[in-house]
């Protein structure tokens, strides 16, 4: 109860735009004082682990891999019911929608840890990547901090990030851009963080085939499982090696399995 009040408390002094597809400007503040009616984490967890994107082809693979290392999962989504029907597994499904922050405040009351590979549904519109990649990275964090969350991992993508200037890159309404600026949110808000930064993504189970991380400025079209990313995630709650680092993965066939941990310290933070 002691983190669902403070996370309340704080988000009601926080004054966070309300995001809407006109870009309304700041007009409300958190409620305060409200339960948020979502469970404790059980005495025997690791701890509540909020994961955001949970529906899609690496998130699933992420939520899986997490629930069986012994932590609880709390799926973030716009729609409970159709979560629950698409998705098998013992996890706390609750509704939000990052582009409000006030929808964010209740699923984020006693969580430990933060994963988000939330993705634009839609190049131009109300889920465009201005909206969902960039504005709505930047709700999120500020809920985070509010929070105190342990330590917050980003999947961001191989091809954005700062290596190269992505505001001269115009393609599917300049979504590297905006993902690009969404990371600079997580890098400067304080909040112990990891970027992994995949290229192709199979969805297929991970720990089949060895793989290796590598700066962005190094990759070159390559692919990795959405299983192997789940494991690296997994890894990066808790590893202090990883808190910091930005890195592309790449599968590499003849690579020992369990190479990737040593890589860590090579990685840039950006």
Same mark, same amino acid.
């Given at each position: 109860? @002691?983190?669902?009040?403070? =996370?309340?408390?704080?988000?009601?002094?926080?004054?966070?735009?309300? +995001?809407?597809?006109?870009?309304?400007? #700041?007009?409300?503040?958190?409620?305060?004082?409200? *339960?948020?009616?979502?469970?404790?984490?059980?005495?025997?967890?690791?701890?509540?682990?909020?994961? #955001?994107?949970?529906?899609? %082809?690496?998130?699933?693979?992420?939520?899986?891999?997490?629930?069986?290392?012994?932590?609880?999962?709390?799926? =973030?989504? %716009? !729609?409970?019911?159709?979560?629950?029907?698409?998705?098998?597994?013992?996890?706390?499904?609750?509704?939000? $929608?990052?582009?409000?922050?006030?929808?964010?405040?209740?699923?984020?009351? $006693?969580? $430990?840890?933060?994963?988000?590979?939330?993705?634009?549904?839609?190049? =131009? /519109?109300?889920?465009?990547?201005?909206?969902?990649?960039?504005?709505?990275?930047?709700? +999120?964090?500020?809920?985070?901090?509010?929070?105190?969350?342990?330590?917050?991992? #980003?999947?961001?993508?191989?091809?954005?990030?700062?290596?190269?200037?992505?505001?001269? !890159?115009?393609?599917?309404?300049?979504?590297?851009?905006? @993902?690009?600026?969404? *990371?600079?949110?997580?890098? *400067?808000?304080?909040?112990?963080?990891?970027?992994?930064?995949?290229?192709?993504?199979?969805?297929?189970?991970?720990?089949?085939?060895?793989?290796?991380?590598?700066?962005?400025? &190094?990759?070159?079209?390559?692919?990795?499982?959405?299983?192997?990313?789940?494991?690296?995630?997994?890894?990066?709650?808790?590893?202090?090696?990883?808190? /910091? @680092?930005?890195?592309?993965?790449?599968?590499?066939?003849? =690579?020992?399995?369990?190479?990737?941990?040593?890589?860590?310290? &090579?990685?840039?933070?950006?």
């Amino acid at each position: 109860m @002691k983190r669902r009040t403070m =996370v309340q408390g704080v988000a009601a002094a926080l004054l966070l735009p309300l +995001l809407v597809p006109a870009l309304s400007p #700041l007009h409300q503040a958190f409620a305060a004082g409200t *339960e948020s009616g979502t469970e404790s984490s059980p005495a025997n967890s690791k701890g509540r682990v909020l994961i #955001l994107g949970a529906t899609g %082809r690496i998130g699933r693979f992420i939520a899986e891999t997490i629930y069986e290392a012994g932590y609880q999962v709390r799926g =973030v989504t %716009r !729609n409970v019911a159709r979560a629950k029907s698409r998705i098998s597994g013992d996890y706390e499904w609750v509704q939000a $929608d990052v582009r409000d922050p006030r929808t964010l405040v209740g699923p984020m009351s $006693d969580v $430990d840890y933060v994963v988000s590979s939330i993705r634009s549904s839609e190049w =131009v /519109g109300a889920y465009s990547p201005e909206m969902v990649d960039y504005h709505g990275m930047r709700n +999120l964090v500020e809920v985070a901090k509010a929070a105190q969350v342990k330590h917050f991992v #980003l999947i961001s993508t191989a091809t954005s990030g700062p290596q190269v200037d992505q505001s001269k !890159n115009p393609a599917k309404n300049y979504v590297r851009h905006f @993902k690009t600026k969404g *990371e600079a949110v997580v890098r *400067e808000s304080g909040l112990s963080h990891t970027i992994i930064a995949p290229g192709r993504v199979p969805e297929e189970p991970g720990g089949k085939t060895g793989f290796i991380l590598l700066a962005r400025k &190094d990759y070159y079209v390559s692919q990795i499982t959405a299983g192997d990313i789940a494991l690296v995630t997994l890894d990066a709650l808790t590893n202090p090696a990883a808190r /910091g @680092k930005a890195f592309a993965m790449r599968n590499e066939p003849g =690579v020992p399995l369990g190479a990737w941990r040593d890589q860590y310290a &090579d990685m840039p933070d950006k």
